[in-house]
């Protein structure tokens, strides 16, 4: 199996990708985070950070005496965003030993992280292992296969091309190791690492400017991949994306489930 992740950050799109969770999910994660409690002077650990956003708005929480840890695989997209509050840290959360502030993390956090990596356990497991107790574990995953189709109204050629290129996409992840219906088992997972006061929820979005974007910029990403091992062609690709520019079709995206635990 290629374990490579699939959505590399080297990619320019990666950052249109970045900027398209950020407007679909921020608004959830941050719901979620300030109903856990974290503001002023808490620690925060955030898991495969990808983009600013996320480490940025925990900033504003926690700071000036506060901290906020932001790691990834591939830092590319938030080296710049280091300062008094914010250190940014290249780290493989399934194979790094997990960072280990002085009596641990009030809030550890990772949004569409696990599904893509292999050893989903162990992360987890180093993740719990890093809170101090009474923090807060909150994990944000997809569940593609709760919503398999981009548009759950296949009501013509477009959107019914639309679907068979997202099978093909699902193909590549599964290839890779993703668990495409990992967003479900959140909450047992939570409950099985010994964390109390297990609550879930999941974001459903069925259509959105944003959803298009994200479509967009992913398609390009996964293009060669998508030709290479004959999942699509290079004119149905482009006739698809020239679909998704017109505006005109409610494109959606798998829904996200939330899910957060103590640690006791
Ligand atoms: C789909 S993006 C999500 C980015 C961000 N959390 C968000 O919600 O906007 C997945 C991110 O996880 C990172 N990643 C993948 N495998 C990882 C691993 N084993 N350890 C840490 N980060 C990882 C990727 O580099 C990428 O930035």
Redesign the pocket.
């Known amino acids: 199996m290629n374990r490579r992740?699939l959505?590399d950050?080297q990619q320019s799109e990666a950052g249109v990708r970045?900027g398209a969770?950020?407007e679909l999910?921020d608004p959830v994660t941050f719901r979620h985070v300030d109903r856990l409690g974290i503001g002023k002077g808490m620690r925060c650990w955030e898991?495969?950070?990808?983009?600013p956003s996320?480490p940025l708005g925990l900033a504003e929480r926690v700071g000036p005496t506060g901290s906020v840890l932001a790691?990834?695989?591939?830092v590319s997209w938030t080296q710049g965003i280091a300062d008094g509050v914010i250190e940014v840290l290249t780290?493989?959360?399934?194979?790094d030993p997990p960072p280990a502030p002085p009596g641990g993390f009030d809030l550890v956090h990772?949004?569409?992280?696990l599904v893509?990596?292999a050893d989903r356990a162990e992360?987890l497991r180093r993740m719990v292992q890093a809170l101090k107790p009474g923090g807060w574990l909150l994990l944000e995953d997809g569940d593609p296969m709760l919503l398999p189709l981009l548009f759950p109204d296949e009501s013509g050629p477009e959107q019914q091309l639309a679907n068979r290129l997202r099978t093909g996409f699902r193909t590549l992840m599964a290839e890779r190791g993703a668990d495409l219906a990992y967003g479900r088992t959140l909450p047992r997972a939570l409950r099985d690492a010994g964390l109390k006061e297990v609550h879930a929820d999941a974001y459903f979005p069925i259509t959105s400017p944003a959803c298009a974007v994200l479509e967009d910029a992913t398609v390009r990403q996964v293009r060669h991949h998508l030709i290479d091992r004959g999942l699509a062609t290079d004119e149905e690709i482009d006739r698809h994306l020239a679909g998704v520019a017109t505006g005109q079709l409610d494109v959606g995206t798998a829904p996200m489930i939330s899910a957060w635990g103590q640690r006791p």
């Open positions: 992740y959505l950050n970045f969770l950020a999910f898991v495969g950070a990808g983009g996320v790691t990834d695989i591939d780290h493989d959360v399934a194979a990772a949004r569409l992280v893509h990596v992360a």
